[in-house]
């Protein structure tokens, strides 16, 4: 497991991520259900670009994902309070030296529990206090991040001024990690073929 200490979204954080699959962005590659995803050509075809020519994406950001963005430490030291541990803030997080994959957590707690936040509506939370268990959109993403580095253990939360905070462990689904784990070097390898034909 290679941390790259960074603050996310710097110059160094889009980086050191350009061209590469993400686990935010997994479920583009393989879905929550284990097939392929019908999401996959586009998404390597942007890493190809990026590749290619080097440049990061404009990421388009709404008013809503900049306010979940200026909340983000609020929630985090929300996390910290109720468990009473530090958390760590990293930039992202790769397997191994190759640097094939990664993903970029919303920080790590004793260095072996991972942790992504969501600052949500007020009436999303409340769908999530109701449902008491992991929204279905972020299984490949949680699921990418515990295998990208080893964890066994990621913590959700979600958060809304106002209401309850809504924290569920999230445990390793071994059969989904190792389709993933296949479908992702086969993704990198034709990738790299792809971006070889071009440049």
């Known amino acids: 497991m290679i941390i790259v200490d960074c603050d996310q979204r710097s110059d160094q954080w889009y980086k050191e991520r350009l061209g590469k699959p993400s686990s935010s ?6 879905t929550s259900t284990g097939l392929v995803s019908k ?4 998404y390597m075809y942007e890493l190809a670009a990026q590749r290619i020519s080097g440049l990061s994406p404009e990421n388009y950001t709404s008013a809503a994902m900049e306010e979940g963005i200026q909340r983000e430490e609020e929630s985090r030291q929300l996390y910290s309070m109720i468990h009473d541990v530090e958390v ?3 930039g ?3 397997p191994d030296e190759q640097k094939l994959f990664l993903c970029s957590p919303d920080g790590i707690r004793n260095d072996d529990i991972g942790l992504e936040l969501k600052n949500v509506l007020p009436k999303t939370q409340v769908e999530y206090l109701l449902a008491k268990k992991l929204p279905v959109k972020y299984f490949c993403q949680i699921q990418g991040s515990l295998l990208v580095t080893g964890f066994d253990r990621w913590d959700f939360l979600s958060y809304s001024p106002g209401l309850p905070p809504f924290i569920i462990e999230c445990h390793r689904d071994e059969e989904w ?5 296949k479908e992702l070097n086969a993704f990198n390898d034709e990738l790299s073929e792809l971006v070889k034909k071009i440049a």
Not at 39 to 42: E, K, L, P, V, Y
């Open 177 to 181: 990690i190792s389709k993933c784990e």
């Open 88 to 90: 760590r803030q990293v």
């Open 92 to 94: 992202m997080i790769f």
């Open 39 to 42: 999401s996959r050509q586009g």
């Open 25 to 30: 962005r997994f479920d583009e590659i393989l």
